[in-house]
């Protein structure tokens, strides 16, 4: 076989390489959605260790995604830093509420684009433009990413788009450390789809 012969049959092979990369590729992207249920909400019992590894605190990247009047983010973000969880914070309160929806559904996208391991959304209310916060959120479950709702005015109806709704009360003796629920969410382990949460240690 001359030269060019064999350069033709390096480049079918590289193609169809790619191709099969690629075929790959689109196939796991979308195995990162579970059918019927949201993402980090998809475990009916508690997974073996050979199951289930998880994603230990040092390894995990929460992005929160503030709310119009911001009241809970600051004591939120304080209490992942001080549990030694990093953070990433998207402030949706510059410019008043007329573009609050759509700096927050942008929010997503840029959490989903930094590949985090939860996004917390706080004081959701998809009242103000449900297809566009559906597409946000689908967007984040296409990726694999769960989504935990922080003191939602108005969920999705679509419960597949977020795997539980926090409810924030740090007077509540039993609530769950908010730290404690987000890495329950992000490891997939049963939950609660309602979790009372609190900041205080």
């Known amino acids: 076989m001359n030269v060019t012969g064999r350069m033709r049959r390096l480049v079918t092979f590289t193609r169809a390489g790619a191709a099969t990369v690629c075929a790959v590729m689109l196939a796991a992207s979308a195995a990162c959605a579970p059918r019927g249920t949201a993402v980090g909400d998809t475990q009916g019992r508690e ?3 050979v199951e289930h590894v998880g994603t230990v605190r040092d390894d995990a990247l929460i992005g929160l995604v503030g709310s119009v009047q911001a009241t809970a983010d ?7 830093a001080d549990a030694s969880i990093e953070t ?35 004081d959701l209310d998809v009242s103000t433009d449900v297809q566009g916060w559906d597409d ?27 795997a539980a709704t926090l409810v924030l009360n ?6 769950t450390p908010i730290d404690d629920a987000a ?11 309602e979790i009372t949460v609190t900041t205080v240690r």
């Not at 992000?186 to 939950?191: G, K, Q, R």
């Open 170 to 175: 740090d007077r509540d003796a039993e609530a």
């Open 47 to 49: 997974p073996s260790p």
């Open 88 to 122: 990433v914070y998207r402030s949706v309160k510059d410019g008043g509420e007329a573009g609050a929806a759509a700096r927050g559904q942008q929010g997503v996208r840029d959490m989903v684009s930094r590949v985090v391991s939860l996004v917390v959304i706080s």
């Open 136 to 162: 946000a959120l689908r967007d984040a479950r296409e990726a694999g990413i769960p989504v935990a709702l922080l003191d939602p005015v108005h969920a999705p109806d679509d419960e597949t788009l977020y």
């Open 74 to 80: 600051s004591a939120v973000l304080d209490a992942l």
């Open 183 to 193: 890495m329950t969410v992000l490891n997939d382990l049963p939950h609660d789809r």
